[in-house]
């Protein structure tokens, strides 16, 4: 069951108290996910001189899209009136008009029995994460607003119109005018081989993770990437943020099944197995191949697990879910490794992480989708998925390049070399994450570490003019 099934207005619908206190619970422990856990878990793994900027470039972009989802993204995104299959009309319910209670008209209930404003509040917090989980990708060297501006384009011009594909009617989703139903057929109106996307898989997670690797290539690497480490400078942190990720999460696929219901029991099942199988499977990766299991190794194999069961949390069996989290810890312990091969600066492992897991969950509904899957004999469903996820990369590809390009030529996107040798947090933001003062002024800390800086920035001029 997909979230726009869900939601299509019952003929007499009445408000189902359970159903809407779950909602509110789900989109709270969403929000949650993004502020304080994402924004943990990426300054944990950045440097010290960027762990604000990493943390203000989540903060920022969720205060700018719960803005712009109330102005006109629910519209574009669940509206009735679709333009093209690519997105509906973000006049419908601008501002949210015929959803507020009291108003002439308006239809406040859903068919799952729980306010419409509450499905827009979950729906938002989707939004709103899927921009944050981007910044990973081009962490410590973006002018802060030139990052706002993007936020406000991408999820106008790629977030919004994905959502409406496969969740709201669209060319992604299993309607009669979609790209399944052209594939396979109808069958009473529907594609008899709808595509699979229970929670987030291709609207979130792959569609953040190529907008990542779009904006890692067009933006460049930092200063220094490949000739010192880059090390995350706080573990615990990054430890504490993948936790808060894996609580959050519940809210992000059991609430998908939109009541308190057997399909979000089996979505919290599936979540927390796969979960533990893909750290399991990251841990085993890294053994083998560097001789020793390490924290961010564990805090990775988590979201890698949370983001691959994202779109079969609702389809598989706990069995399936524990292959597909396995898989997802071990493609995605060897993906990080790309960006060292092919000579790009996906600075926190978008990349690795949430593309390559998230396309890797889509396409496993090919295989371990109860009654569908290769496992059960058929193979109709692996093709429907495949097709899906391609068309959602080429989509997202195309729209990150054109917003990008666009926004170097007029804003520029990197911050000068000498802030970004510096710290981007001073340059940006004019703070600091651990400026330590002592008797007397700066504290030894502070003093070795401007001396470093001054030492390194000498050390990269010196390079450049031998070069």
Same mark, same amino acid.
């Given at each position: 069951m997909s979230i726009h099934t869900a939601f299509v207005q019952a003929e007499v619908p009445t408000l189902d108290t359970g159903n809407t206190a779950w909602m509110l619970v789900s989109a709270s422990l969403v929000l949650f996910m993004t502020i304080p856990g994402l924004a943990l878990f990426y300054g944990g793994l950045g440097r010290a001189k960027g762990v604000l900027n990493m943390m203000m470039m989540s903060f920022g972009s969720f205060g700018l899209i719960g803005i712009l989802y109330v102005l006109y993204g629910y519209s574009m995104s669940f509206g009735t009136k679709?333009? $093209? !299959? &690519? /997105?509906a009309g973000p006049f419908e319910f601008f501002g949210l008009k015929g959803l507020i209670p009291g108003e002439p008209g308006a239809e406040t209930i859903t068919s799952a029995g729980i306010p419409a404003l509450v499905f827009v509040g979950f729906q938002f917090t989707f939004a709103a994460i899927t921009v944050a989980l981007i910044s990973g990708a081009i962490a410590d060297r973006v002018k802060f607003s030139t990052w706002m501006v993007f936020s406000a384009l991408w999820v106008t011009l790629a977030y919004f119109p994905l959502a409406h594909m496969v969740w709201g009617g669209g060319l992604l989703s299993g309607s009669e005018s979609g790209i399944a139903a052209k594939l396979f057929g109808t069958t009473d109106g529907v594609a008899t081989v709808a595509p699979i996307d229970f929670a987030g898989g291709t609207v979130v997670h792959i569609n953040a993770g190529m907008a990542g690797l779009v904006l890692a290539l067009l933006v460049g690497k930092r200063i !220094? /990437? $490949? +000739?010192? %480490? *880059? +090390? %995350?400078?706080n573990v615990p &942190? #990054? *430890?504490?943020g993948a936790g808060i990720l894996w609580f959050g999460w519940f809210g992000f696929n059991a609430g998908s099944a939109l009541g308190a219901n057997e399909s979000a029991a089996l979505a919290w099942v599936n979540t927390t197995v796969a979960t533990c199988a893909a750290m399991i499977g990251w841990l085993v990766v890294e053994k083998l191949r560097e001789g020793r299991m390490t924290s #961010? $190794?564990?805090?990775?194999? #988590?979201v890698a697990g949370l983001v691959a069961i994202t779109p079969a949390c609702g389809n598989v069996t706990p069995l399936g879910a524990i292959g597909v989290g396995v898989i997802a810890g071990g493609l995605a312990a060897l993906a990080v490794g790309l960006k060292y091969k092919f000579g790009f600066d996906d600075s926190l492992d978008v990349v690795g992480v949430h593309l390559v897991a998230g396309f890797w969950g889509t396409l496993s509904l090919g295989i371990f989708a109860r009654g569908t899957g290769l496992a059960y004999g058929e193979w109709k469903q692996l093709i429907v998925q495949l097709v899906i996820a391609v068309v959602a990369l080429v989509y997202t590809a195309i729209i990150t390049a054109i917003i990008g390009f666009a926004l170097a030529k007029t804003m520029g996107w990197r911050i000068s070399e000498d802030d970004e040798i510096s710290g981007i947090d001073t340059a940006e933001h004019a703070e600091s994450a651990y400026d330590l003062v002592g008797f007397g002024g700066a504290s030894r800390l502070g003093q070795s570490r401007s001396e470093h800086d001054a030492r390194h920035h000498q050390e990269v001029k010196t390079e450049g003019a031998n070069a």
């Amino acid at each position: 069951m997909s979230i726009h099934t869900a939601f299509v207005q019952a003929e007499v619908p009445t408000l189902d108290t359970g159903n809407t206190a779950w909602m509110l619970v789900s989109a709270s422990l969403v929000l949650f996910m993004t502020i304080p856990g994402l924004a943990l878990f990426y300054g944990g793994l950045g440097r010290a001189k960027g762990v604000l900027n990493m943390m203000m470039m989540s903060f920022g972009s969720f205060g700018l899209i719960g803005i712009l989802y109330v102005l006109y993204g629910y519209s574009m995104s669940f509206g009735t009136k679709d333009i $093209g !299959g &690519l /997105f509906a009309g973000p006049f419908e319910f601008f501002g949210l008009k015929g959803l507020i209670p009291g108003e002439p008209g308006a239809e406040t209930i859903t068919s799952a029995g729980i306010p419409a404003l509450v499905f827009v509040g979950f729906q938002f917090t989707f939004a709103a994460i899927t921009v944050a989980l981007i910044s990973g990708a081009i962490a410590d060297r973006v002018k802060f607003s030139t990052w706002m501006v993007f936020s406000a384009l991408w999820v106008t011009l790629a977030y919004f119109p994905l959502a409406h594909m496969v969740w709201g009617g669209g060319l992604l989703s299993g309607s009669e005018s979609g790209i399944a139903a052209k594939l396979f057929g109808t069958t009473d109106g529907v594609a008899t081989v709808a595509p699979i996307d229970f929670a987030g898989g291709t609207v979130v997670h792959i569609n953040a993770g190529m907008a990542g690797l779009v904006l890692a290539l067009l933006v460049g690497k930092r200063i !220094g /990437f $490949g +000739r010192q %480490p *880059m +090390r %995350p400078h706080n573990v615990p &942190l #990054v *430890m504490l943020g993948a936790g808060i990720l894996w609580f959050g999460w519940f809210g992000f696929n059991a609430g998908s099944a939109l009541g308190a219901n057997e399909s979000a029991a089996l979505a919290w099942v599936n979540t927390t197995v796969a979960t533990c199988a893909a750290m399991i499977g990251w841990l085993v990766v890294e053994k083998l191949r560097e001789g020793r299991m390490t924290s #961010v $190794g564990a805090a990775s194999g #988590v979201v890698a697990g949370l983001v691959a069961i994202t779109p079969a949390c609702g389809n598989v069996t706990p069995l399936g879910a524990i292959g597909v989290g396995v898989i997802a810890g071990g493609l995605a312990a060897l993906a990080v490794g790309l960006k060292y091969k092919f000579g790009f600066d996906d600075s926190l492992d978008v990349v690795g992480v949430h593309l390559v897991a998230g396309f890797w969950g889509t396409l496993s509904l090919g295989i371990f989708a109860r009654g569908t899957g290769l496992a059960y004999g058929e193979w109709k469903q692996l093709i429907v998925q495949l097709v899906i996820a391609v068309v959602a990369l080429v989509y997202t590809a195309i729209i990150t390049a054109i917003i990008g390009f666009a926004l170097a030529k007029t804003m520029g996107w990197r911050i000068s070399e000498d802030d970004e040798i510096s710290g981007i947090d001073t340059a940006e933001h004019a703070e600091s994450a651990y400026d330590l003062v002592g008797f007397g002024g700066a504290s030894r800390l502070g003093q070795s570490r401007s001396e470093h800086d001054a030492r390194h920035h000498q050390e990269v001029k010196t390079e450049g003019a031998n070069a």
